[in-house]
């Protein structure tokens, strides 16, 4: 069963807009990582955040996590066309567990 | 970080007959995972192979419909057998890095099944 739950299912925005997506998940994580899929084709790895951060930025990336309410969230700010692709939440319980990923986010960004 | 290649793309096949995914990376890894992906779903994980032993399957899965090699620390396939519509999917291998749990994707198969 999946472990994390993205919200809002699907989004969207206008380029240069920040778009904002949320994961929450039900047990305890070592750590939880966002990936984007484009066009069904393989998933990229965007961020990892450890179970002790709350809060990471990679470019125009923003991860949050807040383990007492188990969630997380993925900021993608300034946004452009080519950033319109899924996007996955994915936990792992520790090292060399398998990874569990939500249902992912369908992320449109308008020109 | 690890280049995956997986072959075919995508393919579209009869209903009964059998396909054989193939996985290349550009590295020696310890395992290797095979994921389905059903339309507009979300990855479900079939098995991690394992080199010089069975591979692990998930609870749904069975060897029998979803055989898999892996003959050395590079390579890896996948085989969806005696297939049915039901098995029109993305099929995804991938590789973990040094225990942290980040994976690498290969670009996917999409099947189609008739």
């Known amino acids: 069963s999946q472990q994390g739950e993205e919200d809002p299912q699907a989004l969207s925005i206008q380029e240069g807009e920040n778009a904002t997506m949320n994961c929450s998940y039900k047990?305890?994580?070592?750590?939880l990582q966002w990936y984007r899929q484009n066009s069904g084709r393989g998933l990229v790895h965007l961020i990892l955040?450890?179970?002790?951060?709350r809060e990471k930025h990679s470019g125009r990336l923003r991860v949050t996590l807040d383990t007492s309410k188990k969630s997380s969230s993925l900021l993608i700010t300034a946004s452009r066309a080519a950033d319109t692709a899924s996007y996955f939440c994915?936990?792992?319980?520790?090292?060399?567990?398998?990874?569990?990923f939500g249902k992912g986010i369908t992320l449109s960004v308008r020109p | 970080s690890a280049v995956i290649s997986q072959k075919p793309s995508r393919d579209i096949c009869q209903r009964g007959t059998s396909l054989t995914i193939q996985c290349q990376v550009d590295?020696?890894?310890?395992?290797m995972f095979w994921y389905r992906q059903q339309p507009g779903q979300s990855l479900t994980l079939i098995a991690t192979?394992?080199?010089?032993?069975?591979?692990?399957?998930e609870s749904g899965f069975v060897i029998d419909k979803f055989p898999i090699s892996r003959p050395n620390l590079t390579f890896s396939t996948l085989t969806v057998s005696n297939m049915s519509p039901e098995d029109s999917s993305i099929y995804l291998c991938?590789?973990?890095?040094?225990?942290?749990?980040?994976?690498?994707f290969g670009s996917g198969t999409q099947l189609s099944v008739l």
């Open positions: 991938s590789v973990g890095t040094g225990g942290i749990g980040k994976l690498f």
């Open positions: 047990t305890s994580i070592n750590n």
């Open positions: 955040i450890r179970s002790n951060e």
């Open positions: 994915a936990t792992d319980a520790g090292a060399n567990s398998k990874l569990t």
């Open positions: 590295s020696q890894v310890t395992m």
């Open positions: 192979a394992n080199q010089g032993s069975e591979a692990t399957y």
